[in-house]
């Protein structure tokens, strides 16, 4: 509640320097002053499995079958001289339902914020909240802290910033330099990353690029990332991303299902790796193959009993639902196949992630059609397997989300 009202003043705030900027640029025509954005409308049906093991007739995570969303995205910009001012307020208001009741939410909030002072040609200074992700993978994000996922396998999701100072050298178009202090973890959000310093350094060549992230974050170890990609051809790209960290609070689930759950605070420290490839076609269109190793993910036999001690207990299942692993296997493979973004009648993306871990699948779609210059219906859709004891398939069957969208001004 305190990060929303906050959320409020510091967006009635810099909506009024915003209109004091419009009135210096009237007046003086200094300022540059610019905006644009998107509305939304969508609804949303999500068929659950009402004996799932995680979330039994829904009595756990209450996850709404039904939704109806309004939403109104806005971009605001001003600049003048060596003073850059940018805004993403965020307007939401939704309905959702079960079979047994229903909620509203209402919501306005920024999701980045940004004061941006560029002092010399290779020094600037910038202060906010700023999506600190980086990184050519499309499944996750293993080179940041902040996001493991980078929400490029739902487009219709928002992500939302951290609160930061930020330094940043760049005395070329090669090489750069940043210093990050994070104060806080952004928006409705728990505040896990306060005082968290973070160092990035990257490089860009002619045909390759990388990068290396490092950061410590207070009672977690220090976190390393690494991230790089080589252009092989005109139509093949290959990558790579890879980090070692801990996290605040994992989860184990011994092999035997016999002993309980145990809850460390922090984990062991693990390393995941990403490798990926994408081919682009001469239509425009283009495939990402990538596979993932998760170390904070379970063996197999581990995650069998991971299902086992949440069917013995309703304890046990509220546990295992809110302490889980980003991903509870440890190998997993990802396609992503798209359309060109440039075509004039709209976008699509096809996605497919497979378990190696237990085998598990899931597969979605997305679909964009232009119904004019500025309004485009939308489509979201995820369908899971049957298996109740399966990572992907063990909370819903499917999900489905129809909408529009429309292009501001």
């Not at 995680?54 to 969303?69: C, G, H, Q």
């Not at 980045?112 to 600190?132: A, F, N």
């Not at 709209?346 to 597969?363: E, I, N, P, Q, V």
Request: hydrophobic letters at 40%; a negative charge.
């Amino acid at each position: 509640m305190r990060d929303r009202w906050s959320g409020w003043l510091a967006g009635a705030a810099l909506c009024t320097g915003f209109y004091c900027g419009s009135l210096a640029a009237a007046v003086e025509n200094t300022w540059e002053i610019s905006w644009d954005g998107e509305a939304y409308g969508y609804l949303s049906h999500m068929d659950l499995r009402e004996q799932s093991l995680l979330n039994p007739d829904n009595s756990i995570a209450r996850l709404p079958e039904k939704s109806a969303t309004v939403e109104l995205r806005l971009n605001l910009r001003a600049q003048r001289d060596n003073l850059q001012l940018t805004m993403r307020p965020i307007l939401l208001a939704q309905e959702n339902r079960t079979d047994i009741d229903s909620w509203q939410q209402r919501e306005g909030y920024l999701s980045q914020w940004q004061i941006r002072l560029q002092s010399s040609e290779s020094w600037s200074l910038s202060g906010g909240r700023e999506i600190l992700n980086w990184g050519p993978a499309q499944f996750a994000s293993l080179a940041s802290p902040f996001y493991f996922d980078n929400g490029r396998s739902n487009p219709l999701r928002e992500l939302s910033g951290v609160d930061n100072a930020k330094l940043l050298w760049a005395p070329d178009r090669e090489q750069s330099l940043s210093l990050a202090w994070i104060t806080g973890s952004g928006h409705d959000r728990e505040d896990v990353w306060r005082d968290t310093w973070l160092l990035k350094a990257e490089h860009r060549g002619d045909e390759w690029a990388g990068g290396l992230v490092v950061s410590q974050t207070p009672d977690l170890d220090p976190f390393f990332g690494l991230y790089g990609q080589r252009t092989v051809s005109d139509a093949l790209l290959l990558y790579a991303e890879a980090r070692s960290s801990t996290l605040a609070n994992a989860l184990s689930s011994p092999a035997d299902a016999a002993q309980p759950f145990t809850i460390a605070t922090p984990s062991l420290r693990r390393t995941d790796a990403l490798l990926g490839a994408a081919y682009a076609f001469e239509s425009g269109q283009s495939i990402n193959l990538e596979y993932l190793h998760y170390g904070h993910g379970y063996t197999a036999d581990e995650e069998e009993a991971y299902f086992a001690r949440a069917e013995s207990s309703l304890l046990w299942a509220a546990q295992a639902l809110s302490y889980a692993p980003a991903l509870l296997g440890r190998d997993y493979l990802y396609l992503a196949w798209q359309s060109n973004p440039l075509e004039s009648y709209g976008y699509w993306r096809l996605m497919a992630t497979h378990s190696l871990t237990d085998h598990s699948r899931k597969l979605s779609a997305y679909v964009e059609y232009k119904l004019s210059d500025s309004v485009t219906a939308l489509a979201l859709g995820e369908l899971a397997g049957e298996h109740e004891r399966q990572e992907f398939s063990d909370i819903y069957h499917s999900t489905l989300t129809l909408g529009l969208k429309a292009a501001l001004p």
